[in-house]
């Protein structure tokens, strides 16, 4: 199955807790980290909620 790449791209202080668990799920934990995930619903999911905090990068 096809691959998707995400990288944090803004800090998660400030940000509710569970945007914060969204993004451990991830398994973002730094700044400009970039996690490769196998592209499904639910990882889609996980971006969308989190979306302002990463950016999808090819």
């Known amino acids: 199955m096809a691959t ?8 998660k202080i ?3 807790v ?4 969204t993004l451990q799920a991830l398994g973002l ?3 400009s980290q970039v996690v490769e995930h196998e592209d499904n619903p639910t ?3 996980m971006i969308r909620k989190v979306h302002h905090l990463v950016s999808v990068v090819d």
Not at 4 to 11: C, L, R, T, V
Not at 18 to 21: E, L, N
């Open 43 to 45: 990882i889609r999911g």
């Open 4 to 11: 998707i790449k995400i990288k944090q791209i803004k800090s």
């Open 29 to 31: 934990t730094k700044i």
């Open 18 to 21: 569970d945007q914060k668990r």
């Open 14 to 16: 400030g940000a509710p």
